[in-house]
């Protein structure tokens, strides 16, 4: 009777978290090693690198903004040089691919804040929880699976010392889980692995010649001691096993009346292209599936059935991702950052500015016009703009950086006045002071909203992307170029640029006219000198705003307006 043996891969089965008290640590796996896992299954799978990779950008968009407005700037300032851009991205990053992270608190001699670095999350493990359930410090080592010849540190909790360096980890809770966190996909890490084996499968199938395994008779198989099979089978399992040499093979120790060494290639299906392609469709849709992707074409997977391609469905999708998905993520990391900031004292009420603009379509005019008021058919005039945009000006980078933008509150716009030691020129020219400055800080204004204008007065004005004070543009109310054009009978009254932008007709869908353009402002701190400069983010159109009913809640003496201002005028629907 023949010894045979079918030799088949082996299975991964997660590691348990294991308390070691002589060490008081615990460590996720044998010597850390479900990190590995993780990281593996990131590098081996396209459509989980490829997920992880769009929700990565999608988190961290084009950074950090706040919307104190001018009362945060200094603490904004601050914040600049406490948490670089590299350092938030990669937190996010292991946040995205772990499902928690590590900060490292990095004090100042006196005690104050001085940076928060990232420090990564494989390298750091808890200690044993005490007896009220807290952990109060984590252990770092650069190699937990060499941790002798990498001797671990050991580091205070944040909150829980006085030293130099603190390590936070954020991990959001979990059913069951105590000391570590899991990704949101862990549920699909098996079909990650599938994609994986066929990708390498399907390469060796066609370099080995396009063989679905072997059967390997060994002649007088019978007479070799378990030692010896054993060899022969270690040999053939390294040359032959896994999915980077495709296929199974049979070991068949036959007697002596057997023929010398075969080897019969198992015969390959007609439907395997079939078999490939249907394992591979469902361990894409399972990845999907376990990062609540709402269409495999927004992180860069091309689909042709399940999905909608249409435009509309696409922003829709993607608008689903960003609330649904990508914003509770975000919130996680904010409302940890902000943990921080607030014990020392930095209040800043942040957001991370969208990665893309949305670009609206543009409205058809209505044809309906208001019998009470009216704004001309193109609005505001191109002579208009000329002589706006002479008033504007162009920032020197060298002496100003940007440190908060918002869209204009027109309720609390006026409060900046009591944050500054400003002075008052009472004259209305450009490159001088506004009544809103002060000799460290400068408040400007620009024209924002759609790239595609469809009036002359928008087309000119988004061009030539200048700042104006305030002053400029109300002034534009009394401006010769602005006869006859306005709110009230006939048009005649006079037209703010400052609370109708560039107008458009009025109907009773559209009251205030049709623009999607609005006013922007922007905060300016002056640097000191080169060395010492702060990095300036980038100007975001769509940044987020500061609400009346939340500039009351933080302590400005709101005066009651028309809600309708503090919009676009293609916005103010009655």
């Not at 807290?134 to 030293?163: C, L, M, V």
């Not at 059935?305 to 649904?324: I, P, V, W, Y």
Request: overall charge negative; aromatic content about 10%; glycine content about 6%.
């Amino acid at each position: 009777m023949a010894d045979i043996k079918l030799i088949q891969l082996s299975n991964y089965v997660r590691p348990d978290v294991v308390e070691n008290t002589s060490m008081d640590w615990v460590l996720n796996g044998r010597n850390n090693s479900f990190y590995q896992y993780i990281i593996d299954r990131h590098n081996g799978s396209v459509t989980n690198a490829s997920i992880n990779n769009s929700y990565i950008d999608l988190i961290y968009g084009r950074g950090l903004g706040f919307t104190n407005g001018s009362r945060g700037v200094m603490d904004w300032a601050k914040l600049q040089t406490i948490l670089r851009p590299k350092e938030l991205r990669k937190i996010i990053s292991d946040f995205q691919i772990f499902g928690e992270f590590s900060m490292q608190v990095i004090k100042t001699k006196g005690g104050d804040l001085s940076s928060i670095e990232h420090i990564a999350k494989e390298s750091i493990v808890p200690s044993i929880k005490n007896e009220d359930g807290e952990i109060e410090h984590y252990w770092f080592s650069r190699n937990w699976a060499k941790w002798q010849q990498n001797k671990p540190q050991e580091f205070p909790a944040f909150g829980t010392s006085k030293d130099a360096i603190e390590i936070y980890c954020g991990k959001p809770y979990k059913v069951g889980k105590v000391y570590f966190s899991d990704p949101d996909y862990i549920g699909a890490m098996p079909f990650m692995e599938m994609e994986e084996e066929i990708a390498n499968g399907n390469i060796s199938y066609i370099k080995n010649g396009l063989s679905a395994g072997y059967v390997i008779n060994i002649p007088d198989g019978m007479s070799l001691t378990p030692e010896q099979k054993d060899k022969i089978e270690k040999d053939i399992r390294r040359k032959l096993t896994g999915s980077s040499n495709s296929g199974t093979f049979i070991l068949n120790f036959s007697g002596r009346d057997q023929e010398p060494i075969t080897v019969t290639v198992f015969p390959v299906a007609d439907n395997i292209h079939k078999q490939w392609q249907w394992l591979s469709e469902e361990a894409t849709q399972k990845i999907l599936t376990s990062h609540r992707a709402t269409s495999p074409s927004l992180v860069g997977i091309v689909s042709s059935s399940g999905f909608s391609n249409t435009a509309e469905e696409m922003d829709m999708a993607e608008q689903q991702l960003l609330k649904r998905v990508i914003k509770p993520k975000q919130d996680f990391i904010l409302d940890a950052l902000e943990e921080v900031l607030l014990s020392y004292g930095i209040s800043l009420d942040l957001f991370f500015k969208p990665l893309t603009e949305i670009v609206e379509e543009p409205l058809e005019e209505p044809t309906r016009l208001s019998n009470h008021v009216c704004l001309s058919d193109d609005g505001a005039s191109q002579d208009m703009a000329d002589e706006l945009i002479s008033l504007g000006e162009d920032l020197n980078e060298n002496n100003w950086s940007l440190m908060s933008f918002n869209d204009v509150d027109y309720d609390t716009d006026d409060d900046v006045l009591s944050l500054v030691n400003f002075t008052n020129t009472g004259k209305a020219f450009p490159n001088a002071k506004s009544e809103q400055d002060s000799d460290k800080i400068m408040i400007r204004y620009r024209y924002v909203g759609s790239k595609f204008p469809q009036r002359a007065f928008c087309r000119a004005m988004v061009n030539a992307n200048k700042l104006y004070r305030k002053e400029d543009i109300l002034r534009m109310e009394n401006s010769s170029t602005n006869p006859g054009f306005g709110k009230g009978e006939g048009g005649s009254a006079p037209y703010s640029i400052w609370l109708w932008k560039g107008g458009g007709k009025i109907s009773a869908k559209f009251p205030n006219g049709t623009c999607r353009h609005k006013w922007q402002r922007e905060i300016y701190l002056k640097k000191e000198s080169p060395s010492k400069a702060v990095l300036s983010p980038n100007i975001d159109p769509s940044a987020k705003t500061v609400s009346t009913s939340e500039a009351r809640r933080r302590g400005y003496k709101v005066p009651t307006n028309n809600t309708n201002v503090s919009l676009t005028p293609n916005k103010n629907r009655s």
